[in-house]
Structure formats: C-alpha cells, structure tokens
C-alpha cells in the first residue's frame, strides 16, 4: 500500500524538478555590461558579437561565414540595430570592415575582417 501512496509523489517531484530546470535554462541571462555576447542568426548563417555598454550604447560586431557577402552583412546589421533599439531614429557609425567597390577584383584572397559597428539607440522621453 505505501508502494501505490510513494509512486505519484515521485512522479510530481520529478516532474516540478524538470520544469523548474526547464524553466532556469530557458529564462533571460543577465547581461554584463561590456561584455560581448556571443549570437548565431542560423537564417542568415551569421554569427555576431553583441556588447552592451548601457541602455542604449551597443557594439555590433557581425563574422561572416562561407563567404557571406558585404550587402548581406550590412543589411543584416541595419535589421539587428533596429530590433535592438525597438525604433528607427538609432545611430549606427561603421567601425571597421567595409569594403570597398573593386575589393574582390583588386584582392580576391584578401580576409576582411568582422564588420564591427557602434550602436546608438534614441533615447525617448
């Protein structure tokens, strides 16, 4: 009889352990300021650096793969800009890493490297 009593609570407390943990893993992670965050965009087979500064000062930093080209690089940091700020109105100043016009015909093995970008988000009121 203590047999059939045991088994339901072993159950329940196994299963409120799973969700608990469940739900410590898939909860938000603290951001540290100044800290770079790694992210992949598995859409756009991207991978970039996120580094926060205060509420609305960012560094992007976008590393591409397979040989992703600069429009896509670029429109891909306009797009990330604005789901980070919320709203059009941000400040987005190009660090390094832009290419120039004849880049594949002057330099066809040259490695450019990551396109790194300051974000300034607008401050609302």
């Known amino acids: 009889m203590l047999n059939f009593t045991l088994k ?4 329940y407390t196994t299963l409120l352990l799973c969700v608990s943990l469940l739900g410590a893993c898939a909860g ?21 650096k ?16 397979n040989k992703v080209n600069f429009e896509r690089l670029s429109a891909f940091l306009l797009r990330r800009a604005y789901l980070i700020c919320g709203t059009y109105g941000y400040k987005l100043e ?3 890493g832009v290419e120039s016009f004849d880049y594949p015909r ?6 450019m490297p990551n396109l790194t970008a300051k974000l300034e988000c607008a401050i609302t009121q």
Do not use: C, M
């Open 28 to 48: 938000p992670s603290q951001v540290v300021l100044g800290q770079a965050q790694s992210e992949w965009d598995f859409d756009h087979k991207l991978q970039f």
């Open 50 to 65: 996120r580094t926060q500064f205060d509420d609305n000062h960012y560094q992007l930093e976008v590393i591409p793969n």
């Open 8 to 11: 339901p609570v072993l159950h």
């Open 94 to 96: 190009l660090i390094k």
């Open 106 to 111: 002057a330099s066809p093995n040259l490695i």
